[in-house]
């Protein structure tokens, strides 16, 4: 178990976060998958808790307005030593900015925006809330990667956005760059072309490590979520795709040994 490092560098993936119609139910379903336990988050977020583990801070969940239908999904948030001007350069690059800069009471800003081909992120600004606070252990995201329809274009904004350095996966098949900050990977771009879900588009998927990947996968079909693809063996682990009761898709994944 260790524990993720305090300010994370500009362009990282810092936090996750996913907004429902019912909170309670989710909390629950979250709480019996992950053994989360919850505290009240900021206020200005409307209803709004945060994942903890070991008491840790490692997700949040907020509520949606009764009136708004917006897709159930997780949210990948990156490190900014600036919302604003971060929210110019997605906008300059020809993303959206949806939401904000606003603040989030003492925790921070945040903004919501879109890269050119509709894919929702999140921005973070720390102040007092760094971002997820733990790794290495079940429960913790552990990846975030973007399932777009092709990446040359793409990774442009990310690059020109975050300052991301890019590492392509050289195939003829297999559309796959590493999104990489000072040396290290951080994120992926993967592309599948028209093997995107209809009902989805690209959007960013994020990965959670689990213990027992096939256990944890039946434990999400006895909570009355689904599972969209069947554990499988991968140079990442052994991972499955499946999605909560309200249809958040997310990947569990139990990493490969050392």
């Known amino acids: 178990m260790t524990e993720a490092a305090t300010r994370r560098v500009p362009g990282a993936p810092c936090w996750v976060s996913l907004i429902v119609h019912g909170l309670s139910a989710t909390q629950d379903f979250y709480s019996q998958l992950f053994g989360w336990e919850f505290r009240p988050g900021p206020e200005q977020l409307g209803p709004y808790v945060r994942a903890l583990l070991h008491g840790k801070e490692v997700a949040g969940i907020g509520q949606l307005p009764p009136d708004r239908h917006l897709p159930i999904a997780w949210t990948t948030y990156f490190a900014t030593k600036d919302a604003d001007v971060t929210a ?3 906008r300059s690059c020809g993303g959206t900015v949806a939401v904000g800069p606003i603040v989030a009471g003492s925790a921070g800003r945040m903004a919501l925006a879109s890269d050119p081909g509709g894919a929702v992120f999140g921005v973070w600004q720390a102040a007092e809330h760094l971002g997820t606070a733990l790794a290495g252990t079940p429960g913790t ?7 777009t329809r092709e990446t040359a274009s793409v990774a442009k904004f990310y690059q020109a956005v975050f300052g991301f350095e890019t590492e392509a996966v050289v195939s003829a098949d297999f559309d796959y760059q590493t999104l990489h900050l000072r040396g290290r990977p951080v994120a992926a771009l993967h592309g599948v072309g028209h093997g995107l879900p209809r ?9 959670f490590q689990v213990a027992d990947t096939d256990e944890a996968a039946a434990r999400v079909t006895g909570l009355g979520g689904r599972v969209l693809h069947a554990p499988r063996d991968t140079p990442s682990g052994r991972l499955a795709t499946v999605a909560d009761p309200e249809g958040a898709v997310f990947t569990v994944v139990r990493p490969p040994e050392d």
Do not use: F, K, Q, S
Not at 141 to 147: A, K, T
Not at 199 to 207: L, V
């Open 199 to 207: 009902d989805r588009g690209p959007h960013w998927m994020t990965y």
């Open 88 to 90: 110019e350069a997605i």
């Open 141 to 147: 995201p552990v990846w975030n990667e973007l399932v």
